[in-house]
């Protein structure tokens, strides 16, 4: 691939990646209409003729890594992992 096709490349990239910003932001718009009519209906769930919807609070049990850095670093050097990524980016 030389550069005016990694060019055409990019610009293609950039335009697939501004239609999936436009279409999660018109997702995050649907979605708060949707959660605004169960919190107006007073209810968790519903259900159509085609989709069940549900918006429920879910508690979960998450480790402070801080915390336990500052108080146990032993502990926390005994159990944490390193991890390497690589990032792609286009500017």
Aim: charged share 35%.
């Amino acid at each position: 691939m030389d550069n005016l096709q990694m060019d055409e490349k990019l610009a293609q990239y950039r335009r697939c990646r501004r239609a999936i910003d436009d279409l999660k932001r018109e997702a995050a718009a649907i979605e708060s209409e949707v959660k605004a009519e169960l919190e107006a209906r007073g209810v968790e769930q519903a259900e159509t003729a085609h989709y069940k919807v549900s918006w429920k609070t879910v508690a979960s049990t998450r480790l402070d890594t801080k915390a336990l850095k500052e108080e146990r670093p032993e502990i926390y050097a005994r159990y944490a992992s390193a991890s390497v990524t690589k990032r792609f980016t286009v500017s």
